[in-house]
């Protein structure tokens, strides 16, 4: 396939261009360790637009770690202000929404959402104890359908891309916790804990919500990533685990810092960076998955090295739901850019650059 140039700001990329027929835009959106966001066509490689947040959305060290939501031609995401911006996307670039920015109750942040249903998952402080986790429409946010108060903080919040099912990581109980969204935005809590051995990290869902994994804090002897089925009736039970730093060298070997499924739900991939012959760098690798046994490959099927990651989980791996590419942001090039791998072979297709992106951190793609 040839490549074709295409320019991001004042850079100039080389990547091959894929079309998907007449397909609809497909947005992608960057964040890294400034106010700056990016968004891109996944479909026809191109830059759709960028955008800074005001000096008061970051905090001294950018947006590091952004609460953010992509849902079709509109992100949500919460700045360390504790207000929530809606921009808008469209091919003629990105813009705010006439309704940004919005205060929601109790310092809300918004967490996640799913294309089946309407509603979006909102994180806040609870006016007694714990934090409240509330499903608000995403049409008007400030409106909340339900809610369900944790008195222990939990740290992240998943809709699966079936709408019904959500994915609750408590880095204080170190679980993971089930629950269930019906049609009308009726949240409630399924009882059904998967407790875990050290700090979940990060939590994925596999496409089709018959399977997950988390990423767990450290190495062996009981790190790395665990999957696990979900049932819905039954709850959520342990699949295989695997520790994905068999290239590692010495004690300052690579720690995971995120996971992502395949769009097929065939695949999973997992981010990681350490210290290897003196130097930072980082990795990505992609493991055979089974979602009906929650299985993970014993050995990695490839693995690239793709510069330096974050630590702490974070979307820092970006998976096209059309299946062809895997996006994963490289904070250690100079100047910052997302690298473009086959999510099928690992051949590196190309990258991302843009001179307001001197680090990026996390690649969202829209549900």
Known sequence: MPDFPRSLGTQLVTTPLVLSGCSPMNPGLITGVNQTVVAVDLNSATQIGAITLPDAAATAEGLQAPVIAVRGTRAFLTGSDHKTYILNISASGLEFNATSPLSLPDNGEVLDSASANPWMLVGSSAPTLGRDLGVNNTL???????????????????????????????????????????????????????????????????????????????????????????????????????????????????????????????GLFVRSSGIIGGEQDGWLERFSFDPSTATIGDSPEFTVRAGVSFRGGRNQVGVNPEGGDVYVPNASYPGGRVEIFDAATGARRGSIEHPDMPAPVEFIIAK
């Not at 880095?171 to 009882?191: F, K, M, P, S």
């Open 140 to 266: 008007d946010l400030t409106i909340e359908v339900s809610s369900i108060n944790f008195w222990n903080r939990f740290a992240q919040a998943i809709v699966c891309d079936d709408g019904e099912t959500v994915l609750v990581r408590s880095t204080h109980d170190d679980e993971v916790r089930l629950l269930n969204l019906d049609r009308g935005g009726q949240l409630t809590d399924t009882g059904h804990v998967l407790s875990v051995a050290r700090e979940p990290e990060w939590i994925a869902c596999a496409p089709g919500a018959e399977a997950g994994a988390v990423l767990l804090a450290g190495g062996e002897p009981a790190g790395g990533v665990l999957a696990f089925k979900i049932d819905r009736r039954r709850g959520l039970s342990a699949g295989t685990r695997i520790n994905p730093h068999a290239h590692a060298v010495g004690a300052d070997g690579p720690i995971s810092n995120s996971i992502a499924f395949a769009a097929d739900a065939r």
